[in-house]
């Protein structure tokens, strides 16, 4: 009689444990039999952006042509606006390689603001605007993506300005 139960009792472990390797299984697949993809070559290597040294070097490992960053502190912000109601959390210069630093002089000096919501990166492109308006010769290049305010010297020809706006598209955050 011990024999039969020890049977029985093995049948059972035999056929959870089936059950249970079943059910792992189907939990591995996407529900059509097939392993998902979970190759971590597909999926996205950018870190989470947070600031905008975060996103001047997303750019820069996207390829794009970044030098000279400069990450501006309370203390070298000329605005005063780094950290206040409405003003950017963050904000860096760079320039672009294909026209580099010139000693003494702030032409191809580029800019990226990163704001704590995309309405106050919004009122302080619209902010920019307004004021280009009034001094032409200051007009730049803005890219605005998200929480990112971008601005370009006008030595960036436009399609290099437009590299850096499709990139922007797809690492900058809401």
């Known amino acids: 009689m011990f024999h039969v139960r020890s049977a029985r009792l093995e049948?059972?472990?035999?056929?959870?444990?089936?059950?249970?390797a079943a059910t792992i299984c189907l939990c591995a697949c996407n529900g059509n039999g097939t392993a998902p993809d979970n190759d971590r070559s597909t999926l996205s290597s950018?870190?989470?952006?947070?600031?905008?040294?975060?996103?001047?070097?997303?750019?820069?490992?996207?390829?794009?042509?970044?030098?000279?960053?400069q990450i501006v502190t309370p203390e070298t912000d000329g605005h005063g606006l780094l950290g206040k109601p409405g003003g950017y959390a963050s904000k860096v210069f760079f320039y672009d390689a294909r026209h580099p630093k010139q000693a003494g002089s702030h032409e191809?000096?580029?800019?990226?603001?990163?704001?704590?919501?995309?309405?106050?990166?919004?009122?302080?492109?619209?902010?920019?605007?307004?004021?280009?308006?009034?001094?032409?010769?200051?007009?730049?290049?803005?890219?605005?993506?998200?929480?990112?305010?971008?601005?370009?010297?006008r030595a960036l020809r436009p399609e290099e300005v437009k590299e850096y706006e499709n990139t922007l598209a797809d690492i900058a955050p809401d």
């Open 11 to 20: 049948m059972k472990i035999r056929v959870t444990c089936t059950l249970l």
């Open 46 to 69: 950018t870190p989470a952006i947070a600031t905008a040294d975060d996103v001047v070097k997303g750019l820069a490992a996207s390829g794009l042509h970044i030098t000279d960053i």
């Open 108 to 153: 191809g000096e580029n800019t990226i603001e990163m704001f704590a919501t995309s309405d106050a990166a919004e009122a302080r492109e619209t902010y920019l605007v307004d004021a280009m308006k009034a001094v032409p010769d200051a007009a730049q290049s803005m890219v605005r993506s998200g929480r990112v305010l971008a601005r370009f010297d």
